[in-house]
C-alpha cells in the first residue's frame, strides 16, 4: 500500500513537470489523458491531502520519498489513517507560477490543501503587494471550487538580501493572510532547519533528508488538528 501511494504522488509530479515543460501541442493533446489518470486517482482514496509548493515540498536534490510530504504520508499509514497524500510541488515556483497552475490541480477532491509557496519570491525581490495577492487568489480558488476543503497556510522567511524592511514586511505577510482568512498557520515551515548547515545541502536552502524530518514535524503539529 505504502508503494504505490508513493509511487502516487512520484506520477502526479511528474505529470505536472510535463505539463510545465511540454510544448502547447503536446500538452493539449495530453491534457484529457491526464485529468482522467489524476480523477482516478482521487476516486480510489477516501480523502486527499495536497502539498502545493515549490522546490522544499517537491524535494530539491534528494529522493521523493525523503521529503516531508512523503514522510507525512507515512506518519498517516501508521495511524492507520484514511488519507492519500499528493505532492504537487514544483521546483522553482512562484506565487504566480502558482496561481497560473492553481485550476489544473483542482480538477481533483481535495480534502486538506496545504499552501507552500511564497520563498522564490522574496529571494527574488517581487513587489510584496503581488505576492500577498497572488496567495489570496489561490486561496480564493480553493476556497471557490470546495468550501469544505480545509487550507493550511506555510509561513516563510527569507535572508536579509533584499534589505531589513522588505525581510520583515515579508514575514508578517503570512500571518496577516492567515487571520484575514482564518487560516491554521505553520509559523516558519523550516523552523530548525534554516540557517543550520547539516541541515541543508551545499547550496544552504534545501533541507536534507534529515531536515526533512523536522519540517514534517512542523506541519504535523498543524495538520494533525485539521484531520479526523
Not at 160 to 165: A, D, R, W
Request: hydrophobic share 40%.
Amino acid at each position: 500500500m505504502s508503494t504505490i501511494l508513493k509511487f502516487r504522488y512520484f506520477f502526479v509530479l511528474l505529470v505536472l513537470l510535463g505539463c510545465q515543460d511540454a510544448p502547447k501541442t503536446e500538452s493539449n493533446s495530453n491534457s484529457s489523458e491526464n485529468e482522467d489518470t489524476t480523477a482516478t486517482e482521487a476516486k480510489s482514496s477516501e480523502k486527499v491531502i495536497l502539498f502545493f509548493g515549490d522546490s522544499l515540498t517537491a524535494g530539491y536534490g534528494i529522493e521523493l520519498e525523503e521529503a516531508f510530504p512523503a514522510l507525512i504520508q507515512n506518519r498517516l499509514d501508521s495511524l492507520d489513517l484514511g488519507y492519500t497524500v499528493i505532492n504537487s510541488g514544483l521546483s522553482g515556483e512562484t506565487t504566480s507560477g502558482g496561481l497560473n497552475r492553481i485550476q489544473w490541480v483542482l480538477n481533483q477532491k481535495v480534502d486538506v490543501f496545504v499552501l507552500e509557496l511564497g520563498a522564490n519570491d522574496g529571494l527574488r525581490g517581487i513587489p510584496l503587494e503581488e505576492t500577498k495577492n497572488n496567495l489570496q487568489k489561490i486561496i480564493d480558488h480553493v476556497k471557490g471550487k470546495n468550501a469544505e476543503t480545509k487550507i493550511i497556510l506555510a509561513g516563510m522567511q527569507i535572508p536579509p538580501n533584499m534589505g531589513p524592511e522588505y525581510t520583515s514586511q515579508f514575514r508578517q505577510l503570512f500571518p496577516e493572510l492567515a487571520e484575514q482568512n482564518a487560516l491554521p498557520l505553520i509559523p516558519f515551515l523550516l523552523n530548525g532547519v534554516a540557517g543550520i548547515p547539516e541541515m541543508n545541502l551545499e547550496d544552504g536552502i534545501h533541507p536534507t533528508p534529515a531536515g526533512h524530518k523536522i519540517v514534517m514535524e512542523n506541519v504535523w503539529k498543524e495538520l494533525q488538528s485539521q484531520i479526523e
